[in-house]
């Protein structure tokens, strides 16, 4: 299924982007990475994904095939897709109320229905314009599906 499949990585850091298109890791956040890897469920090792040298670990180039590495800002751009799922763990923290709701909005407007919408630990829809149009589906991992 995954090679029907096209993730979309944004960001408005030209730099945090080129990073993640390479796929370029400290070592020392490896510890993390696995451990989460590990309570997915995963049946294989995360290290099976990377090969590590020099400090770093490099992920295999096949997890990058299906991803599109795209400048994006909440801010100022308008949707540009319709997608199923929608990550952006946080980065709402980070805004006032009125560009919390602009994003919330265009996250609403690019979910299809019963698309699903992941928020970080601190964020929330509850204050926003466009609650009503999400229902609770994990709450204490902040999921929510467009209803």
Same mark, same amino acid.
């Given at each position: ?49 990377? @090969? ?9 180039? %096949?997890? &990058? ?5 795209? #400048?994006? !800002? +909440?801010? @100022? ?9 929608? %990550?952006? &763990? ?5 805004? #006032?109320? !009125? +560009? ?13 229905? &019963? ?33």
């Amino acid at each position: 299924m995954l090679d029907r499949t096209t993730l979309y990585a944004t960001d408005i850091n030209p730099e945090a982007l080129h990073k993640a298109e390479q796929g370029l890791y400290p070592l020392d956040r490896l510890q993390a990475f696995t451990e989460n890897h590990r309570l997915s469920g995963s049946p294989c090792s995360l290290s099976e994904y990377y @090969t590590a040298a020099y400090g770093s670990a490099a992920f295999d180039r %096949s997890l &990058r095939k299906n991803v599109v590495f795209s #400048d994006h !800002s +909440l801010a @100022t751009d308008s949707v540009f897709a319709e997608v199923q799922l929608v %990550s952006c &763990r946080n980065v709402l923290i980070y805004f #006032d109320r !009125s +560009l919390q709701d602009r994003a919330l909005g265009l996250m609403k407007d690019s979910l299809c229905r &019963r698309g699903f919408l992941g928020l970080g630990s601190k964020e929330s829809l509850m204050f926003s314009q466009h609650a009503a149009a999400f229902r609770d589906f994990v709450v204490t991992e902040r999921w929510f599906q467009r209803c």
